[in-house]
């Protein structure tokens, strides 16, 4: 069980840094976008809410058919599951609030960033 455990931690953190990863450079790509958002008027908490929706979107999908697939091979491996049910709504509940919780995380340092880009210095750029 410790193994699994270590396991378990060492795919959340790839997770964390995939993610963290992908919206960074999303972000960094579109820098003039968000430079002519804020020129425009947009507030740097809807800056942020876009970046971190945007973020979360994929994360949903993946969720989705991440639980539909283990819903589905969960009746194969119900001989290797000891001490619980083979589709278990809390143990599924529970991982999907976790990875939407670290997904949004690991999205806000990017969101966060993107929202204090100055404006004059974005469309500068281009």
Do not use: N, W
Not at 78 to 105: E, H, K, Q, R
């Amino acid at each position: 069980m410790l193994l699994v455990g270590v396991f378990a931690a060492v795919a959340l953190v790839l997770a964390v840094v995939g993610i963290y990863g992908v919206v960074a450079h999303r972000v960094s790509q579109r820098t003039q976008e968000v430079g002519v958002r804020m020129a425009l008027g947009a507030d740097s908490s809807d800056v942020k809410m876009m970046v971190v929706r945007q973020a979360l979107e994929p994360v949903v999908l993946g969720l989705t058919a991440g639980l539909a697939g283990a819903a589905a091979i969960s009746k194969v491996m119900s001989s290797l599951l000891y001490g619980m049910a083979p589709v278990d709504p809390a143990t599924y509940a529970g991982v999907a609030a976790i990875l939407i919780t670290v997904a949004a995380c690991a999205s806000y340092l990017p969101a966060r960033r993107a929202s204090r880009v100055d404006p004059v210095l974005a469309l500068r750029t281009e």
